[in-house]
């Protein structure tokens, strides 16, 4: 999908909205176009379906993904310290706008979407891949071990990763995530070294 409109985003954002406050299965088309004061069909202008509606979505998870590794790689010279600034603004992300874990991590969800388990695993695929990058240039350069691939430890960081997210969610975010990713980066700088 290219660049929304306004009247997209406004939609993208009451999606989340409505998520948020209901879980997935609370994304209806009817739930939506109630929520922005539309008519079903007026809806229907902007999004051809709930699924574009959720690729959307995914789509600007994406993007949100993608500005924070340009953030921290713009901000760090170090690749041990580009992965946790990119770790800590992942997090931060998700802290933002608790409901796109619910999206993100819906991947059973989408399992008949092919579309929708495309962009999930696409967007996995990317992380990993820059993850591995960063942990290889690390090792290059002495700042990570080099006893385990690179690829095997970018698998470890990101389950750990997903296994805070899921406890946080679970927790109905009891906890402050932010906090608990600086201390995930704090052991893992330990782990790595």
Same mark, same amino acid.
């Given at each position: 999908?290219?660049?929304?409109?306004?009247?997209?985003?406004?939609?993208?954002?009451?999606?989340?909205?409505?998520?948020?406050?209901?879980?997935?299965?609370?994304?209806?088309?009817?739930?939506?176009?109630?929520?922005?004061?539309?008519?079903?069909?007026?809806?229907?202008?902007?999004?051809?379906?709930?699924?574009?509606?959720?690729?959307?979505?995914?789509?600007?998870?994406?993007?949100?993904?993608?500005?924070?590794?340009?953030?921290?790689?713009?901000?760090?010279?170090?690749?041990?310290?580009?992965?946790?600034?990119?770790?800590?603004?992942?997090?931060?992300?998700?802290?933002?706008?608790?409901?796109?874990?619910? $999206?993100?991590?819906?991947?059973? %969800?989408?399992?008949?979407?092919? &579309? @929708? =388990?495309?962009?999930? !695993?696409?967007?996995?695929?990317?992380?990993?891949?820059?993850?591995?990058?960063?942990?290889?240039?690390?090792?290059?350069?002495?700042?990570?071990?080099?006893?385990?691939?690179?690829?095997?430890?970018?698998?470890? $960081?990101?389950?750990?990763?997903? %296994?805070?997210?899921?406890?946080? &969610? @679970? =927790?109905?975010?009891? !906890?402050?995530?932010?906090?608990?990713?600086?201390?995930?980066?704090?052991?893992?700088?330990?782990?790595?070294?």
């Amino acid at each position: 999908m290219g660049e929304l409109s306004g009247r997209q985003r406004e939609i993208v954002e009451a999606s989340i909205d409505l998520i948020s406050k209901g879980g997935i299965q609370k994304l209806t088309i009817k739930n939506l176009a109630a929520s922005l004061g539309l008519s079903e069909p007026a809806l229907y202008r902007h999004f051809k379906s709930k699924q574009d509606i959720l690729s959307a979505i995914l789509d600007f998870f994406r993007k949100q993904q993608m500005d924070a590794y340009a953030w921290a790689a713009a901000r760090e010279s170090s690749p041990l310290r580009i992965l946790e600034s990119t770790i800590t603004a992942v997090f931060r992300n998700f802290s933002a706008k608790p409901a796109m874990i619910t $999206v993100v991590f819906a991947e059973g %969800m989408f399992q008949n979407h092919a &579309r @929708l =388990s495309k962009a999930v !695993f696409s967007i996995m695929e990317d992380r990993q891949v820059q993850f591995t990058d960063l942990i290889a240039k690390g090792q290059a350069n002495g700042e990570v071990r080099r006893d385990i691939a690179g690829e095997q430890l970018a698998s470890i $960081v990101m389950g750990s990763m997903r %296994m805070i997210l899921t406890r946080w &969610r @679970l =927790s109905r975010f009891a !906890f402050d995530l932010v906090a608990e990713g600086e201390s995930f980066c704090g052991a893992l700088r330990k782990l790595l070294k």
